[in-house]
């Protein structure tokens, strides 16, 4: 059963990837173009993997993004993730009353619509009417941070203390700490794909941190951490305890970097 789990997971992650790469040229040449909410949509794109493309392209240019799959029937399906102030669900609805759309609903920061091929830039126009501010978002959102903690206190007596404020999501984050004045001591690419930088971290008193980066092929902080001349750095993220085969360890899933 892990086998095949496995297995599907990977399809997933290609066909997402497939779909990912031309997504972002896409999002890009709309958000030069000036508009402040993004919405794609495509003949061969899989409708399993759009709301993930439309949250990985909100990460990417602080939009709201939304995603969707043309059917056979020319009808498109899709998804859509916003961000923290801009209430996609109640536009969603809206745009179903309107009768742009053939099902519509949601919630402030995800949606899922359908709606006939040729309605697609009336829906375009409405979403940027009713979203005006998106057009006026900075590309990037400062990162708010919990608690400075050093490498040694980074423990996993607290990444277990901190888990007990789960769950965590819209309205509950997960808190972020920045650890300061760090240097990489070794990096890994680990993983089939080597899409995962595994890092290794130590502070002035030599104390280590095992740290983590997800999706380090599109990611800019991977050439920051892998930088052989080892500039001490700031990094932000959130500590997690982990167990493997009857052990606990502590790991530190990286968000942010910055150069001391």
Do not use: C, Y
Not at 69 to 84: C, F, L, P
Not at 153 to 174: H, K, R, W, Y
């Amino acid at each position: 059963m892990a086998e095949r789990l496995d297995a599907v997971n990977r399809r997933r992650q290609g066909v997402e990837a497939e779909i990912l790469d031309r997504a972002m040229q896409e999002a890009a040449a709309q958000k030069e173009a000036g508009r402040g909410v993004i919405l794609l949509a495509g003949k061969d794109w899989h409708p399993g993997v759009v709301g993930i493309v439309a949250g990985r392209i909100k990460e990417r240019f602080n939009r709201p993004a939304l995603v969707g799959a043309e059917q056979e029937d020319g009808t498109i399906k899709g998804s859509g993730r916003s961000v923290t102030g801009l209430d996609l669900g109640t536009v969603i609805i809206a745009a179903r009353q309107a009768g742009l759309l053939k099902t519509g609903g949601g919630h402030a920061m995800a949606a899922g619509f359908s709606l006939e091929a040729e309605q697609l830039d009336a829906f375009h126009t409405f979403l940027d009417t009713r979203l005006p501010d998106a057009a006026t978002l900075p590309d990037r959102v400062d990162l708010m941070l919990d608690a400075v903690v050093s490498v040694a206190g980074a423990t996993v007596e607290l990444a277990q203390d901190m888990a007990s404020l789960a769950p965590f999501g819209a309205g509950n984050p997960e808190p972020v700490l920045a650890l300061s004045h760090v240097t990489v001591i070794r990096t890994d690419r680990i993983g089939r794909d080597g899409n995962t930088l595994r890092v290794l971290l130590k502070a002035d008193n030599n104390a280590r941190l095992k740290a983590l980066l997800f999706r380090a092929e599109d990611n800019p902080l991977t050439a920051t951490l892998e930088d052989t001349t080892r500039p001490p750095l700031h990094l932000a993220g959130t500590l997690r305890a982990e167990e493997w085969n009857g052990r606990t360890d502590v790991t530190f899933f990286i968000q942010d970097a910055a150069r001391a």
